[in-house]
């Protein structure tokens, strides 16, 4: 059971920046993906940037050019990056891990959420 435990939530002024930081407990070989979930309040949760094992990232596109995903396969860590960021921004972020054995079974595993609060 891989745990992934995120950090660098905050409240932060519109247009300043945050960096948050999921870190699985153990180093994962196989092929998979790490990235970001939000929800807000009343909102459904969005994915917001993932990045494969290959450094392959994608984003949506309310946060492309505002956002940078990456990861470090060393210390089983992922980061986001959040530059300029807005009000609507605000929401719970968590981090999640998707993982396909040698037999491509997949297994999923999320964070326990960390808050961003961007004030206007």
């Known amino acids: 059971q891989v745990h992934l435990v995120e950090s660098g939530g905050g409240l932060v002024q519109a247009g300043g920046s945050l960096r948050l930081s999921c870190a699985a407990s153990e180093r994962i070989f196989t092929v998979n993906v790490m990235g970001w979930y939000r929800q807000a309040p009343g909102k459904q949760r969005e994915l917001v940037a993932a990045i494969t094992s290959a450094d392959s990232a994608n984003y949506v596109d309310s946060v492309k050019g505002r956002f940078t995903i990456s990861r470090d396969n060393a210390d089983n860590t992922v980061y986001l990056q959040m530059n300029s960021l807005k009000p609507e921004d605000t929401a719970v972020y968590y981090c999640?891990?998707?993982?396909?054995?040698?037999?491509?079974?997949?297994?999923?595993?999320w964070g326990q959420g960390t808050q961003v609060t961007v004030s206007s």
């Open positions: 999640y891990l998707i993982v396909w054995d040698s037999s491509s079974y997949e297994s999923n595993y």
